[in-house]
């Protein structure tokens, strides 16, 4: 009995494909160059940390929470614009979070700092006081936030 049946039931089976790649397919692709103006109804601001208030309200609970627990949140989310602290010569990853966890994220922030200041942080950096002029952090801060790669390789040695 479906012998006598197959080729209309091969012929519903085509029909049904067509009509669903016709109904189900992408109705049009509009990709925009960067010259092109954006229209208010064309932005799409997406949330910075999460998805919609649900996830603001968990981004924010664990930064609090972070903070009271002084457990480092967020580590994989790094500015784009912060360096690389474990490049300076006696900065390990305790020393570099601490100095993060100060507000230091970048070589110039360090190397700006006056006399006054560095007793500041020095007093604050807990086990690692005394680091900042016995390993002459500063200065070394100093050299790669001018990009002097050569003088500080010949002054501190390689990176």
């Not at 229209?39 to 919609?52: I, K, L, V």
């Not at 007793?119 to 604050?124: G, H, P």
């Amino acid at each position: 009995m479906i012998r006598e049946y197959w080729p209309y039931l091969l012929l519903a089976i085509g029909i049904a494909l067509i009509l669903a790649f016709l109904l189900l397919r992408p109705k049009q692709r509009v990709t925009l160059s960067d010259s092109a103006p954006i229209r208010p109804h064309m932005t799409q601001a997406a949330p910075p940390e999460g998805r919609g208030i649900a996830g603001e309200a968990a981004a924010a609970t664990s930064d609090v929470t972070g903070e009271f627990l002084r457990a480092p949140v967020h580590q994989h989310l790094k500015d784009d614009d912060s360096d690389d602290l474990l490049l300076l010569k006696g900065v390990g990853p305790k020393l570099a979070d601490t100095l993060q966890s100060l507000g230091f994220s970048r070589f110039e922030q360090i190397a700006k700092l006056t006399p006054a200041e560095m007793e500041r942080v020095d007093a604050q950096l807990g086990a690692f006081r005394g680091r900042l002029s016995r390993d002459r952090i500063v200065e070394q801060a100093d050299y790669l936030a001018r990009g002097d790669t050569d003088g500080f390789e010949q002054r501190f040695g390689k990176l």
